[in-house]
Structures are given as structure tokens and as C-alpha cells.
């Protein structure tokens, strides 16, 4: 019996009309976290930034273990002279900058319909799914 579908919502059923890779958008992120937490960054940090996020960047730089977030932030603010207590509210808006623009697909609404309606139709036997 299907308890649960689980999407990865971008690229999946939204997407966002910005590259994959974001390397090109890391200082327009920062100067947007910059702008809206009141942080000043000098050049020297924007280029530190730039630096970590693009060892990071899987599109750049494969890589075999993950590296979580907060390990990436860290390594960020440890190069500069802001506060690492800041650390979520940084994330917050460098994240919220790529997230501005997001668009559905248009035949997200569709195939949710019609998965809906399959399961329903199963009315809680076992199923499975021949496409």
C-alpha cells in the first residue's frame, strides 16, 4: 500500500528560472544578504565567500560525502568579521535570494490530479504504477 509520495519540489514541480549552477550568483546573494541584514562585506570577504562556495559546488567540484549547510556557512563567516551567531539569518536570505522567482510547471497540476485519482482508485490495495 502507498502511505506517502514524496517530491523534491524544485526542478521537480517548480522551477526557479535561474542556472543550476550558481556560482556566477554567489556575490549578487551575498550583496542581497549585505542589503538586507545591514552586514557590510568588503572585498576581501566577497571574495573568501566565493571562494568556499565554489569548493563546494558540486556542479564544479564533485564530490563523495555531503557537506551540510551549516558546515558550509561556517567556513564562510570564519573568513570574515561576521558573526557567526548571525549564521541563520544569513542562510535565511542568501537562500530566500534564489527562491524569488519560482514558477510551477505547467503540467505539475495535471499529473498531481491523476496521481491523486490512482490512488483513489486503489482505495488502499496495493498498488503499482506501470509508467
Same mark, same amino acid.
Given at each position: 500500500m #502507498? =502511505?506517502? #509520495?514524496?517530491? $523534491?519540489?524544485g526542478q521537480t514541480l517548480t522551477f526557479y528560472p535561474i542556472p543550476l549552477n550558481w556560482s556566477k550568483l554567489y556575490r549578487p546573494a551575498f550583496e542581497n544578504v549585505s @542589503?538586507?541584514?545591514g552586514i557590510a562585506i568588503s572585498e576581501e570577504e566577497y571574495e573568501h565567500i566565493g571562494k568556499v +562556495?565554489? =569548493?563546494?559546488n558540486t556542479r564544479i567540484n564533485p =564530490?563523495?560525502?555531503e557537506a551540510s549547510s551549516d @558546515? #558550509?556557512?561556517?567556513? #564562510? +563567516? $570564519?573568513g570574515?568579521?561576521? $558573526?557567526r551567531n548571525r549564521v541563520? @539569518?544569513?542562510k535565511r536570505e542568501f537562500y530566500s535570494f534564489f527562491r524569488t522567482d519560482v514558477d510551477v510547471y505547467p503540467e505539475a497540476e495535471a499529473v498531481l490530479k491523476e496521481l491523486k485519482a490512482t490512488l483513489e482508485m486503489t482505495n488502499g490495495t496495493e498498488t503499482t504504477f506501470d509508467k
Open positions: #502507498i =502511505r506517502a #509520495i514524496v517530491f $523534491d519540489i @542589503e538586507k541584514l +562556495l565554489t =569548493r563546494y =564530490r563523495e560525502t @558546515e #558550509i556557512f561556517a567556513e #564562510i +563567516l $570564519d570574515t568579521g561576521i $558573526d541563520n @539569518e544569513i
